[in-house]
């Protein structure tokens, strides 16, 4: 046998930008209490099981079949939820778009409107997926200031969309890492600035990110309030966090209808599964269930809070199922020391803080334990 040559070695022609890159996510890690990405930690019901599971067959039998593309039934079904849930109505399927998680119905967001040439806007310390969409549409990312206390300053933002000119601003309210929910009045404020701030003297799509809307505190208004008025207002949420589905995959925009028909051009044909518009259906026929239980994750974050307040640390007053506290001088050692523990916060945000996720009653109490020993 001869020996072939070693072939020349060959490199894979990865954009440039990628070249360096890990995939993004929090640590996956199995231990008993899991406090870390903001997940609802009850599991479903067995009667929103057992509705999931029949919707499923009946899905199943048309599994030959391409799904219906257009998901009217599942977007009026949202909108529905939208009205219940803010007491905004006139929300029907053409103000509702959904995507696999509201991850993709930004990255719609950023392939409709971003892009070479243009920019995404948004104000640290804020979400960390945010320069990730920005990246990987090729559009150019610029992160503006929050103050001290992770609100947002509306003089000094407005200033930065007037000279940024961004295509898209993306905004979390209530923020992540922080909790902080934005005013409506800064919405109205930067809705106006928007108006002409785009590229060319278009408008800026303002993306307000609702993703932890349902835990906002009592008389904290939700934006959709403003959608009738601002073509260029999206408002997205999720059904992986209150309603805890994380695991479905199901996230959603509402939006004026010309908006929505732009997300419409750049997602891929048949996106959201025959199997995923079944269980988000059958999942938003429980929502009863499901608020009342946001209600009592509601009450056990604001006595989180306050426990850590006494505990003497500080604790930024959140509007989500999370709180970030600290402030610690080696954040890293008391992540350790809670991982030792069995108990998985996360390390993230400004250095010396920690951002720990509102758990089962029995979970919160170990995560309380374990830190009054790490502390000690
Ligand atoms: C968790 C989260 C989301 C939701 O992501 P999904 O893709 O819907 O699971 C969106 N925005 C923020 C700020 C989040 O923290």
């Known amino acids: 046998m001869t020996a072939t040559p070693d072939p020349a070695p060959l490199r894979l022609p990865v954009r440039p930008e990628l070249a360096h890159e890990e995939p993004y996510g929090a640590p996956q890690l199995d231990v008993p209490v899991l406090l870390n990405v903001n997940e609802n930690p009850y599991r479903p019901s067995d009667a929103v099981v057992a509705s999931i599971a029949s919707a499923v067959a009946d899905a199943a039998v048309t599994l030959n079949r391409y799904p219906d593309r257009e998901f009217r039934t599942l977007r009026t079904a949202l909108g529905a939820y939208l009205e219940r849930e803010s007491g905004v109505g006139g929300l029907d399927a053409d103000h509702l ?55 947002l300053d509306v003089d000094v933002a407005a200033r ?102 732009a997300l419409r051009v750049v997602r891929l044909p048949y996106h959201l599964s025959a199997v995923t518009q079944a269980v988000a259906l059958a999942a938003l026929a429980h929502t009863d269930e499901l608020m009342a239980q946001v209600a009592s994750l509601r009450a056990e974050r604001d006595e989180l809070a306050t426990w850590l307040l006494e505990h003497g640390l500080d604790a930024v007053p959140s509007d989500a199922n999370f709180v970030l506290f600290g402030r610690f001088r080696d954040r890293h050692a008391v992540w350790q020391g809670l991982l030792d523990a069995g108990i998985l916060v996360r390390e993230t945000g400004p250095d010396g803080w920690l951002r720990v996720s509102v758990g089962t009653p029995q979970e919160t109490a170990a995560f309380k334990a374990a830190l009054v020993e790490v502390l000690a």
């Open 160 to 261: 930065l969309i007037e000279e940024v000119r961004p295509a898209v601003v993306l905004l979390p309210s209530p923020n992540n890492p922080t909790g902080t929910a934005l005013p409506l009045d800064t919405v109205r404020r930067l809705l106006d600035v928007a108006r002409t701030s785009g590229p060319d003297g278009a408008a800026t799509v303002l993306v307000i990110d609702e993703a932890y809307a349902e835990f906002r505190r009592e008389g904290v208004p939700s934006a959709l309030e403003l959608l009738a008025s601002n073509p260029h207002l999206a408002v997205s949420r999720t059904m992986s966090k209150a309603f805890g589905m994380a695991g479905a995959r199901v996230g959603y925009l509402a939006a004026a209808p010309a908006l929505v028909d």
């Open 97 to 151: 778009w959904a995507a696999n998680g509201s991850n993709e119905v930004m990255l719609h967001l950023l392939q409709a409107f971003g892009g070479p040439g243009r920019t995404a806007l948004s104000f640290a310390p804020t979400y960390s997926m945010y320069p990730e969409y920005a990246r990987d549409t090729n559009t150019a990312w610029v992160a503006g200031r929050r103050e001290e206390d992770f609100t």
